[in-house]
């Protein structure tokens, strides 16, 4: 291979894998976590790849903010998700990928987009984990290019300032909660990290921990209506402390915010070390996932109403609700400004 | 292959495994709960090949109790373990298989016996599985053998009866727990069934379920101790009743005694339909898991007491010690008849 | 896309993933049956969407076989696997994949050429498994490709045809056989076969039994010379028989001829349903692997020799040893043609 045609090719990267039905629901629908979990391999491994290309220490790349995720059409079980990934921007420190999941049914040769998103990761070294390396910077297409770069890389920025986890703690639900309240459906899982769930450097991948989180979501949803649910979207992830191999990790998720056809589900990663001496739970990564519910058809149900019982929850369903409506007129905006 | 030679062949079954990085623990141990599931699927193989033999309906063995096991020595990742099953005796519905798991090192040739376990099944037809089909009868190598048999059966039939679940609520431990009371260390994990975990008719294999309470009671121990911690034994678990593909499990450990040197946990296992209307949680299994705590050379170490906080928890610490003293009771006794 | 660009795209298939700990064994070496899982995926996906870009009944690229596969560079934990399928040469009813594994170290940006395998495919209904699609024919660059691909077509053709199964009954080792014997490494795993074994019409994926005949060859290898070992090469392996969802497989591996530096192992597949009336066991797979014995460096080690103890066993390996000088002709042939 010669050096020009090997840089261009270390840019992007493309992975795929038939959807099995471990990765399904009962009704044949692939696990947003799942889906999240390749995007995150495929984040890691071009991330990784592009930051060892120099000198010093060899590095991983540490999956530090996913972007807000949208599910554009559900994937099935026999289907082939192909998965292309490509750096976008560099800063000094920091990386964007791009990712888009494409599900073809080898079947019938159609192919239709499943998702895209959007991730950032820093450098750390392999030697100190601690040590966040340089970030070799790519070529832009063009100057416009490489200044929608940096607009993106200044956003999250700010937004991951402003969002230090909140460290709230979840309540637990009340002992005999009535149906379609808050207490009714949250739910809880504990998970002990695995090797397989790690990286070289011993920590948990992101993608291992959206899958948990994914599960979790669509447990909640699922007792909240008794139906076919599928994640919708997934907001922009904070991944704010790195997660070690032997931890246990607490995923809890509550129903938030409901409108006529959509749930939203708080979902927050605890993690505590069953093993040393200290043993602080810390607040890992919190995130908002969307469900939606469906018929037979795979067409969307309206959503039973959520009973609210108290401040707190009021609070949150406002919170969640404001969100909603910034994200339906974002999408408005830019359904408007692609026509 | 002649009759008789098939007969022979058809009444014990070889199964073996390597131990990989996924089976054991950060120290290399190998988790209970996946011997647990080696021996269930060795017995369930045997079981149903075994009801099929005859003309009638197909059918599936299903998993109803589980003797009281013991871990004899640890297995490590790299291992290789021998799992024989063979049936031992049959009643008109049901019976019994005995299983063993040995231990190899492939690179010393180094062989221990890991564990002893005894299984019952009854078959159920797969057109209906609420029928339970007839078992062909075994031939014993002597009257004697036989007689032993039956008298096995009737006590765990005895047991079985006086043993109906106890629908006793979990409690949900208090905000903030003291270290080393019951409310510290109580974990639960939810765990929505999947495709992997279930039979031919759907229903979850007895081996799926104890990998389960193995995990939870794992955890429960370790965060009592914060140290490498094993399993050493597992009380008679009884499966009272069925749990379907699509349920969502909510598995529950605590803490109940403690010996010097060992610690025992219920284990409680919860299923509910997701989809079904009616939404009812019932008590699939509960059992008890007694796990001690081992230093860096595999040597037990002395557990912290437990700090008792309720007349709930002073009646099953009291229950547990009952229990420890008579398996101790048991064990010197079956020595001396050894002897 | 338009028409001819994506025939193009079509015609090759790009998969690629990060190795993980349960990937590999102690030493961190990847299996070989987890590479042969990913080729034989590869092939399965390209085959089944060229069989159904044309009209007609839905079909499955089904594997009738595998020719000689070499592992010619070790793979280890942490690095990415890229698997390259493409479609060489295509008869009315059966087409030819050949895939190509490299290995990349993220880190260091080395990659080697891991293995390189030829897999035929036939097109079965997903209406009636019994049911042989007809394959639309490809394109071939020149004339002399696709003469070069017909002779590789009508030779395989031959050889499945000479190659019944050979149902000849592993005989059980003795009781207590002495080291280096035969008896002494013969080993057997039984599995029972679950959903994500399985393709869309509930038939065991050949990469699925292919990993289970590794894992087998594997421990028979290490009980015989208790090192760090690795699969050298696969011979040829025909699929007779297809192998359906609940069935119980019996692999069973035993050493046949030694080199000084290799082991051939000879694996054996034996298929029968747990249900079914008739019950009958019969051989599915035949196959035999190379393995061979590293020190810490990776370098090669003596084998110990064997022990031969009947005539069977001398038979074998003599026939063993025919294979083996064969295939060192060959390669020193090869090695001969390329310079």
């Not at 920025?157 to 909140?166: G, I, L, P, Q, S």
């Not at 009340?174 to 002990?192: C, D, K, W, Y």
């Not at 739970?281 to 037979?296: E, H, N, P, Q």
């Amino acid at each position: 291979m010669s050096g020009p045609q090997e840089r261009q090719a270390a840019s992007t990267l493309q992975l795929c894998r038939l959807m099995r039905p471990d990765d399904s629901n009962l009704a044949g629908n692939v696990h947003g976590g799942i889906i999240l979990k390749m995007i995150e391999e495929a984040g890691c491994i071009i991330g990784t790849r592009h930051c060892n290309v120099q000198n010093g220490d060899r590095c991983l790349a540490a999956l530090v903010r996913v972007e807000k995720t949208e599910f554009l059409s559900p994937m099935f079980i026999g289907e082939v998700a192909h998965v292309t990934a490509e750096i976008t921007f560099t800063s000094k420190h920091s990386l964007e990928v791009q990712v888009k999941v494409i599900g073809e049914n080898v079947l019938t040769g159609a192919k239709k987009l499943a998702s895209k998103a959007a991730l950032w990761y820093v450098p750390c070294s392999l030697k100190n984990v601690e040590k966040i390396m340089e970030v070799p910077p790519i070529k832009y297409a063009s100057a416009e290019q490489e200044e929608e770069g940096r607009k993106r890389y200044e956003a999250q920025k700010m937004e991951r300032m402003e969002t230090k986890a909140r460290i709230e703690e979840a309540v637990a639900p009340p002992a005999n909660p009535e149906q379609h309240t808050v207490g009714f459906s949250q739910s809880s899982l504990i998970h002990l990290v695995g090797p397989s769930d790690c990286t070289l450097h011993d920590y948990v991948h992101g993608g291992a921990t959206m899958k948990l989180m994914d599960e979790v979501a669509g447990i909640v949803a699922a007792r909240h209506c008794n139906t076919n649910i599928v994640t919708a979207s997934v907001d922009a992830i904070n991944f704010h402390r790195k997660i070690k191999k032997g931890c246990v990790l607490t995923v809890t998720g509550r129903l938030t915010f409901i409108s006529n056809k959509s749930m939203e589900i708080e979902v927050m990663v605890d993690a505590s070390s069953m093993v040393e001496a200290e043993m602080r739970k810390y607040r890992a990564v919190t995130a908002f996932f969307t469900y939606i519910s469906l018929d037979k058809d795979n067409k969307p149900l309206p959503v039973p109403s959520l009973k609210i019982e108290s401040e707190d929850e009021q609070r949150r369903f406002d919170e969640g609700k404001a969100r909603y409506l910034q994200n339906k007129a974002k999408r408005l905006s830019n359904n408007q400004g692609q026509q």
